[in-house]
């Protein structure tokens, strides 16, 4: 069965973007293999307003090859948009009711696993329906102050168990969760 797994760098102190939306504090190195990842995804969940920010996300020639590539690969994978608001989408398929039920199903496909990519309020949801297999989350060496926080606004206990662990040269420190039973 596949899982989804939440991939997302967050800063220090626990926010994953900046007061202003600003995520340029993320670092990308070569040896954290995010390609690899990319590989063992076939689909991506978005909340809305991150998909109309990065679902049809066009890097500029100014990026590096490698983030191109990047972007190349994440456009190649299914799309769902999870939202209030139900719209067509040639590239995307959006969900508005009975999340759950849709996210099992979805999961009981063939196929390689789902990443959730975001945002916060996508994630808070996932986290309350225990819809979420694994956590990956990459804590990079900023202090942000403020911002959006990772786990706002969750209500219940979370019990997780660690993975794995990776420390890259940059600082960043990637941790691997899976739920507890």
């Given amino acids: 069965m596949k899982k989804v797994i939440l991939n997302l760098a967050v800063s220090l102190d626990g926010f994953i973007e900046g007061p202003n939306g600003e995520i340029d504090w993320c670092i990308m190195e070569e040896d954290m293999a ?3 990842f990319l590989d063992s995804i076939d689909t991506l969940f978005y909340g809305r307003v991150s998909y109309d920010a990065w679902g049809n996300y066009q890097p500029g020639a100014a990026l590096p090859a490698a983030e191109q590539r990047m972007w190349q690969a ?9 939202s209030h ?4 989408d040639a590239k995307a398929t959006f969900i508005t009711t009975g999340i759950a039920a849709k996210v099992k199903a979805l999961k009981q496909q063939g196929g390689k ?3 959730l990519y975001g945002g916060a309020g996508l994630i808070r949801t996932f986290i309350h329906s225990g819809l979420i297999d694994s956590y990956k989350i990459s804590v990079h060496p ?3 102050g403020s911002g959006k926080p990772l ?3 969750i209500k219940k206990r979370l ?6 662990t990776r420390v890259f040269k ?9 739920a507890a039973d």
């Fill in 159 to 164: 019990d997780l168990q660690l993975t794995g």
């Fill in 34 to 36: 995010f390609d690899t």
């Fill in 142 to 144: 900023v202090v942000l």
């Fill in 85 to 88: 608001q139900d719209r067509q």
């Fill in 74 to 82: 994440i456009h190649t994978k299914n799309k769902f948009v999870f």
């Fill in 151 to 153: 786990f706002e606004d």
């Fill in 170 to 178: 940059s600082g960043v420190v990637e941790l691997s969760y899976e």
């Fill in 113 to 115: 696993d789902i990443w």
